[in-house]
């Protein structure tokens, strides 16, 4: 099957759009070519596979790469390490890996595993729990230290590249491993993998019309809670996904989380894939129930957004993929009359082919057409559309410099004519203070904008740390019904509650509110700033030359909105409750409910701290992405001015000389007439090229798109 054959063909498009662009310029121009054919190779369309712990989420990712037994699996915790998997990018190598590990002082926070908040903990709450969290930055030191000796330290920040790929290899990096080491110095599974941040595997596959990085992640609750946060940022990166629920417990709390945070944005399309169906006791009644089930979930937490759901089983799509002997054995077992049944009763036939008929139940077809059409249509044709924009923005650049060339050529020719050549050398340095005028005030447009716009990224920046405190703030304060509530109910059982255990889901959908608003406001401002300075450059030009430069506009730019699953990062707060002193022995123990919250207050501030840290991080990022694209935009218009005034200049210094020799010399003059003649010509045919691409640009599907 071919995955994303429209997006191909747009793809396609625009890179002979560039080949065609590099055939009608000059040496110069062409460095912008380059520029953007940089911007064209390396754009990807980004997939992420998302789910709970042990879900099939890598084994999904096999079959929808056709490698048996390529990404780790199994029954242990298993992935621990966000692994792209990069297919078809042109300047990838065809094959291989790259592993780059954390630098120290990523290192040092996850061993230092909220060391901070232990203390404050331990601190508040003599005798409290944080046992969790202790052993968790232990185990990752531990395990770093027995398997890769006390000289660990010499691999973060680097990496390691390989130009072949291998199961082994992968194993190495990017899974957890099992619980004990035993045997671990001879396999060398895990190795390396507490020490890698991510992993990036190169390949070429026919099916995958377009560049696709396709990301596996740790499951959504691995218990290594500290690489959730590395999880997060990359799913912040990706457009499309995939999220692979376990047929037999569909949809948790944390799942429904993710997925309303994800499916909200509207630059990012979602896919459930409702996994191992095969282990239903019958299929035909139980996954059309299932299915019920997960949509009817879907549509009371997330009512505005229709979800493309498909049932299957990665386990299937793998059997069909296996060569051993076992898995013969294995799939006769599986294709039973009651698999039939079902592909009957949900696709009218049953091929006759085994392996035909286990790739039909798996589903997997059923994800890859989806998927194609989702691409096809999604997020990556807006981000074509943005590199049109940015093409006919600098084609409209070398339309503008090119126009301009040619008449001051004419000018050029007609002062020669009519005139003495001394005056042609004076029209062109009047004509090149003329530019530089129009440049200065470009100039300052560009300058004004710049400074409006930094301060309105540090304005949001900072109001939204306010923000989110404040939210965090008025969660605690609402805690206190749960103490209440957790004490009463205590009480009746006619125990004592030591702690309490608060979910922190409410707070995770303010945070995520407010920083969708914060960007929605700040988003509105940048524009402003730079619609004004289009505007205003614009119009400086048109004043000086009469020339229109409509096709650069700020169409298609990234980010019309954002807001960033960091905000989910953090699940539950653990809190013990502070005792009442001076209770007397006879009078039951009561809880000072403003004392605990006050402790809440001290841990929930030290320990979301860095998440809001990374929250605000992430969105300036966003911001800053947004404004440097608007202002590459403009930029074009200053480049066409400058370059306009090279080329005056470099005219100005070589015809000077032979202006002055030729003045009385009629002969000299016709000779030089005709060279600027011939010099037009050129000009005149790269014109009408040029317009020839610009309409192309026009007409194409992704004009529309932007
Ligand atoms: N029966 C059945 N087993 C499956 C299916 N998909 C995956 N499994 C098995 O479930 C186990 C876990 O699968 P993985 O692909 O490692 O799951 P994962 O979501 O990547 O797990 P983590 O990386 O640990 O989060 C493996 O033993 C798989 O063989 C399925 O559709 N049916
Ligand atoms: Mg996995």
Redesign the pocket.
């Known amino acids: 099957m071919k995955i994303a054959p429209n997006q191909r063909q747009e793809l396609d498009f625009l890179r002979d759009t560039l080949d065609n662009l590099d055939g009608i310029v000059d040496r110069k121009m062409r460095q912008n070519v380059a520029s953007l054919r940089e911007q064209l190779d390396d754009w990807a369309s980004k997939i992420a596979?998302i789910?709970?712990?042990?879900?099939?989420?890598?084994?999904?990712?096999?079959a929808l790469i056709h490698q048996h037994d390529f990404?780790?699996?199994?029954?242990?915790?298993?992935?621990?390490v966000v692994t792209n998997i990069r297919v078809n990018l042109p300047n990838d190598p065809i094959s291989g890996a790259r592993f780059e590990f954390f630098d120290e002082p990523d290192w040092q926070e996850i061993i230092s595993g909220g060391s901070r908040i232990r203390e404050l903990t331990e601190q508040l709450l003599p005798g409290f729990d944080t046992e969790l969290l202790r052993q968790q930055s232990e185990e990752m030191r531990d395990r770093a230290h027995r398997r890769l000796g006390k000289h660990y330290h010499t691999l973060l920040g680097n990496y390691h590249e390989y130009e072949f790929l291998s199961p082994d290899l992968l194993k190495r990096y990017v899974?957890?491993g099992p619980g004990s080491d035993a045997g671990l110095e001879r396999e060398a599974l895990g190795r390396y993998a507490a020490l890698t941040k991510v992993a990036n595997v190169y390949m070429r596959l026919p099916e995958f019309q377009v560049p696709t990085i396709v990301t596996?992640?740790?499951?959504v609750n691995?218990p290594f809670l500290v690489r959730d946060e590395f999880t997060c940022r990359s799913l912040d990166h990706s457009d499309v996904f995939v999220v692979?629920l376990?047929?037999h417990q569909p949809l948790t709390d944390v799942d429904i989380a993710l997925i309303r945070i994800l499916a909200k944005q509207e630059s990012k399309d979602v896919l459930i894939f409702v996994?191992?169906?095969?282990?239903l006791d019958d299929y035909d009644r139980e996954v059309p129930r299932v299915m019920e089930d997960v949509s009817k979930r879907l549509r009371a937490a997330i009512p505005e957004i229709d979800f493309r759901i498909v049932a299957?089983?990665?386990?299937?799509?793998?059997l069909v993929l296996r060569t051993d002997a076992a898995a013969e054995i294995a799939r006769h077992e599986v294709d039973t009359e009651e698999l039939s049944d079902f592909i009957r009763s949900k696709y009218g036939t049953v091929p006759e082919d085994r392996l035909d008929r286990l790739l039909l139940a798996?589903g997997m077809n059923e994800v890859k057409g989806t998927l194609s059409s989702v691409i096809d249509n999604g997020v990556g044709t807006r981000q074509l559309a943005r590199l049109l924009g940015d093409i006919r923005a600098e084609v409209n650049g070398m339309q503008f410099v090119t126009k301009r060339e040619r008449d001051s050529l004419q000018l050029q020719v007609e002062s020669i004519r009519t005139d003495v050549a001394e005056a042609a050398v004076e029209d062109l340095e009047k004509e090149i203070s003329g530019v530089r005028d129009v440049q200065g005030k470009l100039e300052a447009h560009v300058e004004d904008a710049d400074a409006q716009i930094e301060k309105i990224v540090t304005k949001y920046w900072s109001s939204l740390e306010e923000r989110l405190n404040r939210c965090i703030e008025a969660f605690v304060d609402d805690q206190k019904q749960t103490f209440q509530d957790t004490l009463f109910k205590s009480s009746m059982r006619g125990t004592t509650a030591k702690s309490v255990e608060i979910d922190t889901g409410s707070l995770q959908d303010a945070l995520a509110r407010e920083v969708m608003q914060s960007f929605d406001k700040s988003r509105a401002g940048t524009d402003v700033a730079l619609n004004n300075c289009l505007h205003a450059c614009r119009q400086t030009i048109k004043d000086a030359f009469e020339d229109p430069t409509e096709n650069v506009s700020l169409d298609g730019l990234p980010f019309d909105e954002f807001t960033s699953t960091l905000t989910l990062a953090k699940r539950t707060l653990q809190v013990g409750l502070i005792a009442d002193r001076g209770w007397a022995f006879w009078r039951k123990p009561s809880v000072n409910v403003e004392k605990s919250i006050e402790a809440l207050r001290a841990i929930a501030a030290e320990d979301l701290r860095p998440s809001v840290e990374k929250i605000l991080d992430a969105f300036n990022e966003a911001q800053v992405e947004r404004a440097s694209a608007g202002m590459a935009r403009i930029h074009v218009l200053l480049r066409m001015i400058d370059t306009t005034l090279a080329e005056r200049m470099h005219r100005l210094k070589k015809d000077k000389a032979e202006m002055e020799k030729i003045a009385t010399n009629p002969d000299l003059q016709a000779t030089m007439v005709h060279r600027l003649q011939s010099k037009m010509e050129v000009l005149e045919r790269r014109l009408l090229n040029l317009s020839g691409v610009d309409s192309a640009l026009l007409r194409s599907d992704l004009s529309e798109a932007a």
């Open positions: 596979v789910g709970q712990v042990k879900a099939g989420k890598s084994t999904f990712l096999n990404l780790p699996s199994d029954i242990n915790p298993w992935t621990s899974c957890a596996d992640t740790p499951g691995d692979v376990s047929a996994n191992r169906i095969d282990e299957g089983s990665a386990y299937l799509a793998d798996s």
